[in-house]
């Protein structure tokens, strides 16, 4: 187990699977103690700790819903009760309903809103309030806010949101010394992003990468690990593009 995290807590937030599943265990493999939060899935969030635990890191899994602001601060107490600090925030947790403009309801619109945008922009909030100096916060894009896909509207919508939060704060937070930028992926093998996708979609994506392959969970996760890293202390404000070519 690497060191380099030693004594830093982070939170990431929808990591009971997919790729905030493999950002905890990578953080919990370089030292960090680690808060597993989730919505709805407490089995597979316990599953993750205990992963971690094994490796012979720290972890706790921790209930909220990101879509109130109720839930992000309790995600925040029940952090700051169990480990008294916070150093690093993964702001991974989403949602995306794929649907035509004509077709998109108001509760569509409200939940993709509500936990993309919301539940990202205050749990900021938060770490900007308890975050030790010279933390990292991290946010999480689309890369296909730079496409022109059908059905893609609302979600690619709460992103550009982000991207541009990510940048006004930066000057914000970094009177602590604070870092923050965001991760704009590509297509990544993931459940979430297989579910009602055929074989022919998923490889002609496939095929619109520059790299020729579909991401997994660790090329998103690999990428954290250096923005948590001493070795990016002077980037802040940027979204980075992780996608192998997507175009």
């Known amino acids: 187990m690497s060191k380099e995290l ?6 990431v937030t929808g990591s009971s699977r997919g790729i905030g599943r493999m950002i905890a265990l ?3 493999a370089m030292g960090a103690r680690v808060i597993v939060n989730y919505a709805n899935s407490p089995a597979k969030a316990e599953q993750v700790v205990q992963q971690i635990i094994e490796a012979g890191g720290e972890a706790a899994a921790v209930q909220a819903d990101l879509s109130h602001i109720d839930g992000v601060n309790s995600l925040f107490d029940r952090t700051l009760e169990r480990w ?60 296909v806010v730079g496409q022109m896909f059908p059905t893609y509207s609302v979600y690619a919508g709460t992103k550009g949101a982000v991207e541009q939060f990510t940048r006004q704060l930066a000057k914000e937070v970094a009177v602590k010394q604070i870092t923050i930028n965001a991760i704009a992926p590509g297509p990544v093998n993931t459940e979430l992003f297989n579910e009602g996708k055929t074989g022919q979609q998923i490889e002609a994506l496939r095929k619109s990468a520059a790299l020729g392959r579909i991401g997994e969970p660790e090329d998103i996760a690999n990428v954290i690990e250096f923005l948590v890293s001493g070795k990016s202390q002077w980037i802040t404000g940027q979204t980075i593009r992780v996608n192998g070519g997507f175009i």
Not at 87 to 109: H, Q, R, S
Not at 121 to 128: V, W
């Open 6 to 11: 030693h004594h830093k807590v982070a939170i």
């Open 84 to 143: 008294g600090q916070l150093d690093i925030l993964v702001n991974n947790a989403g949602v995306n309903i794929y649907k035509p403009l004509g077709e998109v309801t108001e509760e569509d619109f409200d939940l993709q809103f509500n936990l993309n945008v919301k539940g990202t922009f205050f749990a900021c909030q938060q770490a900007m309030k308890h975050m030790n100096e010279y933390g990292r916060i991290i946010n999480f894009s689309t890369s």
């Open 26 to 28: 990578q953080l919990g």
